[in-house]
């Protein structure tokens, strides 16, 4: 690991000296083009940010695990131990909302923005409540360099100053064996202040004195060129030991003195370090983009060319743009608009662009289940739907029923049949193809109050019932209370109420109950009758006009058995009056 340049001062109380009234730094460094600076001395957040803007920078933002390291690395020399230092972040005069905090919590870089991919805060925090007032943070040191929030008007130990530059040099390199041979040395400056000889990078604008060569050196970027590097105003090399003499191709050191080299078909230019072809100069001068050169018996002759996108205008330099829209075929499978050097394909209303296609949207319907229809919803919901006088069956929004709300409804009759109609459950067919209410209540199917409704009906549970209080389509109880009789079955079958109790002191022997007329018997002597009204009724429909059809099905509720017997008499009845 690379030592941090220590920039210390002696101890004024140690010398008896007043305090200094500006904090002091103690150390800095860069990595690439950013470089950091530590300063000691008791601060408040925007006393350390003044200090900071007065030299060009700011304070420092720790977005990475990379700049943490470089914390700890200014850390590790004499006097970093025990600091608790200012960084860059602070919380916006406004409070934040709790659930969009991220990892900064609500606290925002000095720089404006709260871009980050590290935090290490000391504490957990609430992320619940929101911050508010003039909070700022520190980093406390040493240890792991843990993030806690303090007043910002609270001094501080110390802070850290960031600075930012367009490009950067690496150190000098000197030639092996000569630095030692002729004791040579190099102290470095930075535009923010910082000197020494031990530095990472340095950027734009620094300063590196070479001694005992008398050489000054400058980190700069010439014209035409991208990386930054070490040169002089002054023309010539300087001492080759030293970063090559800044020659571009070769250094010459013969006879106490130096120069630079240069290849057979190149000349040295003004700045008596760079050489050049002849054919560069006009290419460089000349061509808009690039320029091929010409053969080497030809040197002078060279060629123009344009980047992709451009075409050689008349005069053979210049680059003028391309329409690629205008190319037939078009580049682009529906609109082509055209831009610098490019262009950029479009799609018309209602179509996406998929993998440099234009595709019509995938309906959502395709491939749905519903029974009747569907409906899109979207570009990704669908709704299923039922034809009139049908309904989605609860629980299963993919399948209809038939539905009726009202006292009759028109029934759901075959169009290649007519006379084979249905009705929603607990209607009946009527004349024609009219589906009417059934009215349970006439049937009494309700021991107490009884209210009909579209399609089904209502019992009231009187206080003579055991299911006193509640509603539903039967008042008695499912099982009675008490258990099976002794010797088998209860002799009042099912849905008898039991007899009441009497509580006395003494038990008395219970009256002999008269024994009712079994249900099956009952049922029984039904059924012979609807058999003989079934076959009148066969014979009577056999002489009806539309022979051969035959009579619509019925579909309608059935709560018990007793119910389909009276629904059956009531049409017989109905049948025998029109006749």
Known sequence: MLRVLLLGVLAP??????????????????????????????????????????????????????????????????????????????????????GHRGSLRGFQWVTGDNHTSYSRWARPHDNRAPLCGALCVAVSAPGDLAWEEELCAKEADGFLCEFNFAASCRPLTVKPGAAAAAGVSITYSTPFGARGADFQALPLGSLAVVAPLGVELECTVQPGEAEARWGREEPGAWACSVEGGGCKHAC?????????????????????????????????????????????????????????????AADQHRCEDVDDCMQVPSPCPQTCV????????????????????????????????????????????????CAEGFAPIPGAPHRCQMFCNQTSCPADCDPHNPAICRC??????????????????????????????????????????????????????????????????EEGGSG?????????????????????????????????????????????????????ASRAELEYKCGVPAKEVVLQHVETERTLQKL
């Open 424 to 489: 929603p459950e607990g209607y009946i067919l009527d004349e024609g193809s009219i589906c009417m209410d059934i009215n349970e209540c006439d049937n009494s199917y309700c021991p107490g109050q009884c209210h009909n409704l579209p399609g089904t009906y209502k019992c009231i549970c009187g206080p003579d019932s055991a299911l006193f209080g509640p509603t539903g389509t039967d008042c008695y109880p499912t099982k009675v209370s008490g258990g099976d009789l002794e010797g088998g079955e």
């Open 496 to 548: 008898a109420l039991p007899d009441s109790p009497t509580p006395s002191a003494t038990p008395r022997p219970s009256p002999t109950p008269q024994r009712p007329l079994h249900s099956g018997v009952l049922v029984g002597i039904s059924i012979a009758s609807l058999s003989l009204v079934l076959a009148l009724l066969a014979l009577l429909c056999h002489l009806r006009k539309k022979q051969g």
């Open 13 to 98: 109380a140690g010398l008896g000296l007043p305090a200094p009234l500006e904090p002091q730094p103690l150390g800095s460094q860069c990595v690439e083009q950013d470089c950091f600076e530590l300063f000691r001395g008791p601060a408040t957040f925007d006393a350390a940010s003044q200090v900071c803007e007065r030299l060009q920078g700011h304070l420092m933002t720790v977005r990475s695990s990379v700049a943490a390291d470089v914390i700890s690395l200014l850390l590790s020399g004499e006097g970093g131990d025990g600091l608790r230092l200012w960084i860059g972040l602070q919380l916006p005069p406004d409070c934040g909302d709790p």
């Open 338 to 385: 055209n831009t610098k050097g490019g262009f950029q394909c479009h799609c018309f209303p209602g179509f996406e662009m998929v993998d440099g296609e234009c595709v019509e949207p995938v309906d959502p319907c395709f491939g749905s289940d519903c029974e009747y229809q569907c409906q899109p919803l979207g570009q990704s919901n669908y709704l299923c739907i």
């Open 252 to 312: 010459n050191a013969s006879a106490g003195a130096w120069s630079c080299l240069c290849p057979d078909d190149a000349a040295l230019q003004t700045d008596g370090r760079s050489c050049a072809t002849p054919a560069e100069h006009p290419c460089h001068e000349l061509c808009e983009h690039f320029c091929v050169p010409g053969f080497p018996d030809a040197p002078t002759n060279y060629t123009c060319m344009c980047e992709t996108g451009y075409r050689l």
